[in-house]
């Protein structure tokens, strides 16, 4: 057997020496981060905490009992895409509050969502805003009705604008116990669940009527940017992977919406894994338009998780491929399934935001 030489086994030895060290420093590193992230993410639900408290203490006994709700009740699931008059709501009607008490809710979106999920929310707002004004007063009959409703529902009629969102709370705002944030109007469904350090934002519903409008001269596009990333990915793919990307069958709207939870359906379109890496990440680019909507603390553990299972996510098409055009786009994996579905044209966007393995926190809220 061939001898070592002693300055060749100790220059082994110190490599693999260094070697375990790294490797150790790796995982405590790992760790570290890991601890960095849930601390962050605690630290982003006690402020959202505290901030949803701020806003109880603006309110009596009445407006209290309206915005609270129980964890086992059907408020959970009590959510659309549909205006007031078609859909009853519950909880606190921002057109009921006073001055304080909408700057402490609208305090608490902006603790809740990243900066860009607050901007989007407001533009959908604001949006619906813009339309108040062109269907003209409540129940005036002005203008077609939205969404296929008739005119004439509940309380006189349909209503738009600012004043026509709800802030409710299920379960107690806790920074250990699981609770959930609820807060929608026409073309708007956020469901935010928190537990400690954990947090999911699915099912929610962000979409657009209109998708285009102008304010001091400025375009505003509220799901511009969906749009915009979602055809790019369409158009970077070779002509074999448009072959599986696009369905063989027109789809007009959700297919997932509202009313569906719980509802599974089949993958369709090009897998991921054929996907380049730069389309790769296109499509992760596209899918953070709705993952980055909550507070940027809880982002990256749920970026993570869709890129862990980015092999197995499909990418599906229906319609046009030239940008500007109304297509519908579903972005399916194990823990996700997104949906953009233009109503008619351009200028009326239903999207759907869900996770078929943790929709209302499943994965860490009581059952």
Known sequence: ??????????????????????????????????QSSASTSADATKRIVDA?????????DAGRAKVQFAP??????????????????????????TAAQRA????LLETALSREGYRKIDEIMQGDEMLRQTEGPKGSGVG??????????????????????????????SVTEPWTLQFGGHHLAINLTLGGSEASMTPSLPAAQPATYTIEGRTIRPLGAEN????????????AQRRQAILNYRVADLVLGPGQDGRTIQPEGVRASVLTAAQQA??????????????DAYTGSRMAEIKTNLSQTYFAW?????????????IQGPTLVIEYAPQGGTDHIHTIYRDPTNDYGAKFARK
């Open 144 to 173: 077609p009705p939205p969404d296929g409703g008739r005119r004439g529902g509940p309380g006189g009629g349909v209503a738009f604008g600012r004043d026509q969102y709800y802030v409710a709370f299920v379960g107690s705002p």
């Open 228 to 239: 915009d990333k979602a055809f790019a990915l369409i158009n970077a793919l070779d002509d």
């Open 282 to 295: 296109m499509l992760l680019e596209l899918i953070r338009e709705w993952a980055g909507i909550m507070n």
């Open 104 to 107: 402490a809710v609208q305090t």
């Open 1 to 34: 057997m061939r001898e070592f030489a002693p300055v060749v086994l100790v220059t082994y030895f110190a490599l693999a020496g260094a070697v375990a060290v790294a490797a150790l420093a790796q995982q405590r590193d790992a760790r570290s981060l890991n």
């Open 318 to 330: 229906s319609g046009p491929t030239a940008s500007g055009s109304a297509a519908y786009f579903r």
């Open 72 to 97: 086992g009740g059907s408020q959970k699931t009590r959510w659309s895409n549909l205006p007031s008059g078609i859909f009853q709501r519950q909880g606190l009607r921002l057109g009921d509050l």
């Open 52 to 60: 949803a408290q701020a806003l109880l203490a603006t309110l009596d």
